[in-house]
């Protein structure tokens, strides 16, 4: 595989939002697809509705999980303001910015110290580096942390990662969860997808 | 990946998508090693976690949460001068509690080999320092083998449990936090099962275990031996590897995560350097470093955190009379923090400016203000901030202490000023207390930090009667690293036991004032704590409630869960921002306007905030079951 077909993806969002699940599915996905892959999830402090960001990296010759700072093809962010933190740090000039449009509000938004994210400044933001901006919300989404799955479902039925076929997703999921829970998520990724 | 426990038991080769400290338990098992004790602590509690996902009784070795990481590494001990190989893991400020008795294991036979794998935090992720754990090799002469990924992880640990036996020496393995948590495809190897022998093989006659006053001299002498033959070892390893780029004049010697780092920055380069990597740093690999710097004219040592390598090698130029230019740290900043590739491309730039290239910086589009880990909705520990802070008065001195209180010392509550380490805010507070007759000090000490390091400091101010305040701030749990259980739990890793009463342990040590409230009763405590602070002499508030996390976890799982939420009624409410400026819950949101809304997709409906509102505006709107 040449350079020019590895893939930098960086996701980012708030602890509790599942960033966890996110990441592994895409990873698993990505290994069903034959890809070479590294890849790194920040723990521990962060857990505690602090910023939590996964690392991966697929392709060949690829060495550090971690990202170089602007080389992100890819930024997937589960929250607005976090997404323009994404933007901001990793996305490379002329990528691709995916995000669930919900706002978890920042201690200093929260103190009024400073004035909330707005989806206009993520436009902006994205337009300043040339960027697609993919902005996803689901309005009758019954359980919150399900909105990673719906973001995946987009990445999916975007065909953001061209090489993940829908089979290596459904697969992924598999090998993640079981009973309730993964009929619950495969339902809901078919939905987004179909 | 169905089940973690069944492939980490698998009997043939295989492939699977790992972080490094799932790779590390696959490989104790291969090694079989028999014994193995930790204390919870961030780079490594998953490992704990992986070992979990095989059933108890299929453990082909046993393992224990100790109360400390002192205490598990001398059950390790313990376990392998008796013939049992052993492992204890902790992280990077874990082996200063171990230390008194770490620096002593090479010094001992250690019949059936032990290995520390230690943690480090580069970066200080989730700890209160950096420290450079190869410190303290240097320090017990004890040898260090250092990965730098997950596949190394596995394949480092195997062969230096097989030295460690062979040798019946101690062998630190040295991880760092993004190596523990890296994932990749590891490829393990066929295990089979055996027959362990458990008779204890434990005999003063085949060697001398107390070192005291002359017999220390033969034991130190035995572990610097031991280590100067252990450099032919790692004279000839492979796990020393050359990248050779077939570069006469440029090269860089380095070792773990560093060492990927490098490799992406030199991806774009022309002519890029030889590299070292070097797979054993303690003690220092000294021929294949020789010959590298006599094939180079310039050397690049490319180090984390502290200038050990450099040092060595700079004197194993200078014992060769090999004149050649070698550039370790440049500047303060070669000092901090992890070295990821970004930070190396800058460290690299530095050294050969011509050769590396730094891209423009990019300008922030937009400031983003950070996001601090800060406590749950629900949490224990905020009822109680908020209605200590009330209580005493903004001149008064509170100290902090580690666990997921910590986090008090942010806005809005700004409880816990000063912090050292584990278990350290008694006794800082009372130093704080001497000659202090106007301003009130206030301890704060986690269940689970209680028993790993708090008693002494407890014992203490009983002991030398001192006028201090500690509020016990009791979750029931190890929360910040993953809820591990604690003495106090009614579980330990293995069972359910008779949890220890922490009351019964504070009127064991002779503390007189003790009192108890459950920090949603707000009133109680505010009445508790205002008597506790006003009394002369050592008092005690056990400030509970179960850890809300771990709680809504559990019921979620146990289809007990009960998804209500508070509402506002915005009629009744004036907008005094108690709830979200003083009280501070994240589930609070705050519109353009001032109007205070409830971010359902966080609220858990624990109604902590309701008796916060001055108007009685926060109402409680129950939901029947709710999703899993």
Known sequence: ??????????????????????????????????????????????????????????????????????KADLVISLERTEALRGINNYL?????????????????????????????????????????????????????????????????????????RRRD???ALDDLMEGEKLENNVSLFKTILD | MKSMGKMLLKNQEFSEIVIGNTALVRAMIESKTRVITSYPGSPMPETAEAIKSIKKEKRPFYFEFSTNEKVATEIAFGAAINGHLSTVFFKSVGLNVAADSFVQLPLMKIKGGMIVVVGDDPGANSSQNEQDNRHYAHLSYM???????????????????????????????????HVCHAKQKVHFKAFKKVNFDNSPKFSVRSDNYIPITSKVFPMKKRALKRLEIFKDYAN???????????????????????????????????????????????PIPEKPIKKFLQAHKEIKILEELDDILEKEIKVIAFDNNINIKIIGKQEVEDWVNEYTPYKVKKVMQKTWPKIIKLEPEVKKIMKVENRPAQLCPGCGHRSAFYVIKQVLSENDITVADIGCHTLGFLPPYEMGEV??????????????????????????????????????????????DHNITLVIMENGTTAMTGHQNHPASGSNFNKKIKPVKIREILKGMGVTSIYEADTYAQSKLETIIKKAINEDGFSVVIASHPCMLKFTREARKNNTFKDNKVIIDQDICEQIHECVEEFGCPSFSIKENGEVDVNEDLCIGDGSCIQTCPVNAINIKRTEGGIK
Not at chain 2, 261 to 266: C, E, F, G
Not at chain 2, 445 to 464: E, K, Q, R, W
């Open chain 1, 1 to 70: 595989m040449q350079k020019k077909d590895r893939l930098n993806i960086y996701i980012i969002g708030v602890g509790g939002q599942g960033i966890g699940l996110l990441s592994e599915v895409l990873i698993r996905a990505a290994d069903y697809a034959g890809l070479n892959l590294r890849g790194v999830d920040t723990h521990g402090l962060a857990q505690r509705g602090g910023t939590v960001q996964s690392h991966l990296r697929l392709g060949e010759g690829i060495h550090s999980p971690l990202i170089q700072k602007n």
């Open chain 2, 236 to 282: 000839q390893t492979n796990l020393n590897q050359l990248v050779d780029n077939g570069n006469k004049n440029r090269g860089v010697i380095t070792a773990g995560l560093p060492y990927l780092s490098l490799r992406d920055v030199l991806e774009d380069v022309e002519n890029p350097p030889d590299i070292l990597k070097l797979g054993i740093v303690y």
């Open chain 2, 419 to 464: 912090l050292l380490s584990m278990g350290h805010s008694t006794s800082t507070g009372t130093g704080l207390s001497l000659f202090n007759k106007e301003r009130k000090v206030v301890s704060f000490l986690g269940d689970s930090t209680m028993f790993h390091a708090g008693l002494p400091g407890i014992v203490n101010a009983v002991y030398n």
């Open chain 1, 169 to 171: 997703y459904l697969k």
């Open chain 1, 92 to 164: 490379k000039q002329e990528g691709t910015i995916i995000y669930y449009n919900t706002s978890w509000q920042t201690l200093d938004v929260r103190l009024r110290n400073t004035k909330e994210v707005q989806a206009k400044d993520i436009i902006k933001a994205a337009q300043k580096k040339e960027a697609e901006l993919i902005e996803v919300y689901k309005d009758d989404l019954k359980e919150i942390r399900m909105q990673n799955i719906v973001v995946l479902g987009e990445i999916a039925k975007r065909k953001i990662v061209p090489q993940i």
């Open chain 2, 143 to 177: 040898p260090v083998f250092e990965p730098s990924d997950p596949q190394e992880v596995y394949e480092y640990y195997k062969i230096a449990a097989e030295q460690s036996q062979k040798r019946e020496m101690p062998i630190l393995l040295r991880l760092s936090t």
